[in-house]
């Protein structure tokens, strides 16, 4: 019996000698991807160095990619949580192989593999031979590639995992990827891997179908939830506009195609189902080979005859901002918004401070909206820039002022501000000689490019943004005082949402942004509102989207945030324990109570597992 290392092994001869390699080496996905990669031209004993694109392709690719990372974000802190001090990290690739973004162990951070896997690094297959991410961009299916499985040696005491993230239309979105120097986890890594990705997915089909009717459906009742429901989004003709993967396999050999009419699916046209799904939690459908299914809609558009009609009275339209479109009814953000007017009106350098979420982007384009500046609003993350490139990146640089350098050089982040305003997140992140060009630059408003001899004179809007300690950052030498005092003429203070008093209207205005159609109890709200929120805006947005998703009506109760906790192991250790346990507990007894004691009709009802019933009794049992 040959070891997997001897396999591997044997595999690599047969592979240089132009055989074909047997799938009791290696399985079909590698042994194919292994073929691709010779027939490349690689060399499977010598692999260059990373590349790295350009920071302006960069932020044309997370751009695109915007709706992706904003919903893979809190996914890949459930599964950072999940997986901690396995040594790994988690990965966000494009559908061409450049890492979007990652978050890891610090011990993987720092080890070789951590240093090459980085924003903007290419991971594709025929840049970086057999490795889990660029392998599943190019066969959009589940990958692993443990070990000496990776085409290049070098890569070969690393184990990765990864799952393909789909568009609505069905082109690839994504990859999400989790790496690691151990493989011990691996399986239980990937089925973490699989539902995380499929939530994003979830989450992207619902944003780009939001015009139009989607339907949840599984064979099942037990099984309509995020993760196994199938999803179909039709228009008010009844021309089906887009279906996930699940629906592909539930409805496999009824021609489900784009622009196919509901009606030649279904035994039930679009007229009859809508106002089915809109008077009942749920309905049940038969499709043209006899099948049946148990139906919901997840998000109801009116006709345009009744677009005009009031909205529900439970649903109260938030305060806005009259400039930018947030929910504005916290007294501490309110005032802290006055204070970014007035500074926006001065012209004034500004630190927006805040946790991670809280929306410090959002107030610099806030300052950059009543500031009336007719120049661009130009981001900048200062910690996704290598620190060699990022003075160039901000101040421009001449044709062959350095090596790589782009004939013609570069006006810089600065000069393309010119007239409006560059916003400097992550700014504590700065290396120290940038911060020095920096302060020189905030003292005389003139930009020299590197190797330029002459400068330009620019009247840019200062705005920077951190969630770290700058002046702890300080005493550790790690950020100028001089540069501090000048970046913080002005201080903006964004409270954790936990904090602010308008909880309960910023839920109802997320959601009125997600479906139109969902309402949502006080005491739903106050269930949400135990939970700590360390993502703040981001993380309660994308867990009313699952909250959605998983629902079975139109209204969301404090049993259905309930139902959720329970199945969401990650949300629940970080809930107060008291208000958890205590709401958990009653409502698993409640539903015992009502069925019996029948463990398998309450984990239905509830919409939970038999193995959670089981757990609450054992534990009452002691």
Request: proline residues 3%; aromatic residues 6%.
């Amino acid at each position: 019996m040959l070891s997997r290392k001897e396999k591997v092994s044997r595999a690599r001869i047969a592979l240089q000698h132009g055989k074909e390699i047997s799938n009791t080496l290696l399985n079909q996905t590698i042994a194919e991807s292994w073929q691709r990669c010779f027939d490349h031209g690689l060399d499977p004993n010598h692999v260059t160095s990373i590349t790295r694109i350009d920071d302006s392709d960069l932020q044309t690719c997370l751009e695109k990619s915007g709706d992706l990372i904003r919903f893979a974000k809190v996914e890949i802190q459930n599964l950072y949580r999940q997986i901690a001090g396995s040594n790994f990290m988690i990965a966000l690739g494009d559908r061409n192989g450049i890492v979007l973004d990652t978050m890891s162990d610090n011990e993987f951070k720092i080890s070789n593999a951590g240093k090459m896997i980085i924003p903007g690094s290419n991971w594709s297959e025929l840049e970086r031979g057999t490795n889990a991410l660029g392998t599943c961009a190019i066969t959009k299916a589940p990958t692993i590639v443990h070990g000496q499985e990776h085409y290049f040696l070098k890569h070969g005491n690393v184990s990765c995992i990864a799952s393909p993230i789909f568009h609505s239309n069905g082109d690839l979105a994504g990859v999400l990827d989790a790496s690691s120097t151990c493989g011990a986890r691996q399986q239980h890594t990937m089925a973490l891997i699989q539902m995380a990705a499929t939530n994003v997915e979830n989450s992207l089909f619902l944003r780009e179908q939001k015009n139009n009717l989607v339907i949840m459906f599984h064979s099942r009742d037990e099984m309509m939830n995020a993760i196994s429901g199938a999803l179909i989004a039709i228009d008010f003709n009844g021309s089906i506009t887009a279906f996930n993967r699940r629906s592909y396999q539930l409805l496999y050999g009824l021609g489900l195609t784009k622009g196919v009419s509901f009606d030649k699916i279904f035994d039930i046209s679009i007229e009859q189902i809508i106002p089915t799904l809109e008077g009942s939690p749920h309905c049940y459908i038969t499709d043209k080979l006899g099948s049946a299914y148990v139906a919901r809609g997840l998000n109801f558009h009116r006709t345009p005859s009744s677009q005009m009609s009031a909205k529900p009275l439970n649903k109260p339209t938030p305060q806005r901002s009259a400039d930018y479109d947030f929910v504005a009814e916290d007294a501490v953000f309110v005032s802290q918004l006055e204070k970014a007017r007035k500074g926006a009106n001065l012209s004034v350098p500004m630190l927006v401070l805040g946790q991670t979420g809280t929306g410090k982007e959002i107030m610099a384009r806030y300052i950059h909206s009543v500031s009336q500046r007719k120049g661009n609003f130009v981001p900048v993350n200062c910690g996704a820039i290598p620190k060699d490139l990022i003075e160039s990146e901000l101040f421009g640089y001449e044709s062959g002022s350095f090596t790589n350098a782009k004939k013609g050089g570069s006006t810089g982040l600065l000069v393309s501000a010119d007239k409006g305003t560059l916003f400097l997140d992550e700014v504590g992140d700065l290396p120290m000689s940038t911060q020095v060009t920096l302060l020189r630059f905030l003292d005389s408003g003139e930009v020299r490019p590197v190797g330029a001899e002459k400068t330009c004179q620019v009247d840019v809007q200062i705005v920077a943004a951190t969630n770290v300690d700058l002046k702890q950052a300080i005493k550790d030498s790690l950020f100028r005082s001089d540069l501090f005092y000048r970046i913080n003429v002005l201080e903006i203070k964004l409270p954790p949402i936990q904090q602010r008093t308008d909880f309960a209207t910023l839920v109802r205005y997320l959601i009125d942004t997600i479906d139109t159609e969902i309402s949502i109890s006080n005491e739903a709200i106050e269930q949400l509102n135990s939970y700590s929120w360390p993502g703040n805006m981001r993380e309660l947005k994308s867990t009313l989207t699952r909250i959605i998703i998983s629902n079975h009506d139109k209204h969301i109760d404090a049993d259905s945030v309930t139902r959720f906790f329970i199945e969401a192991d990650i949300i629940c250790q970080e809930l107060n324990p008291s208000v958890l346990e205590s709401t958990k507990a009653s409502t698993i007894k409640a539903a015992l109570a009502d069925y019996d004691s029948n463990v398998s009709r309450a984990a239905k009802a509830l919409g939970v597992s038999r193995t959670t019933i089981y757990k609450y009794i054992k534990e009452k049992s002691h």
